[in-house]
């Protein structure tokens, strides 16, 4: 497992941007994926979009063409950019890791809200 902290997150109007960092405790380069998950006030987490260590990535439909996530293996850290938001992306944003072996880790969520 590693440590993870997720930061960024705000109060911004729709069709505003934030970036979303995820800073590892160790270095990334053997993690097998690293991806960001949302959960909004009385639905279940879900999958906002990932990356592989070989930086294959894959979003969620509703996000497709407005976020983006990128590493930087030097620093340990994901990013999520997030652009033209919409009140619907509201929610708690976690960062979460799956090394080789399967193990995973959850940072402690940062809270997304975005007003109309």
């Known amino acids: 497992q590693v440590q993870l902290a997720e930061s960024g997150g705000g109060l911004v109007q729709a069709g505003g941007s934030l970036r979303l960092s995820c800073a590892a405790s160790?270095?990334?380069?053997?993690?097998?994926?690293m991806g960001w998950y949302r959960q909004a006030s009385g639905k279940q987490r879900e999958l906002v979009a990932g990356?592989?260590?070989?930086?294959?990535?894959n979003y969620a439909d509703s996000v497709k063409g407005r976020f983006t996530i990128s590493r930087d293996n030097a620093k340990s850290t994901v990013y999520l950019q997030m652009n033209s938001l919409k009140p619907e992306d509201t929610a708690v944003y976690y960062c979460t890791a799956v090394n080789i072996g399967g193990t995973s880790s959850w940072g402690q969520g940062t809270q997304v809200i975005v007003s109309s």
């Open positions: 160790r270095t990334i380069f053997s993690i097998d994926f």
């Open positions: 990356i592989t260590s070989f930086g294959r990535t």
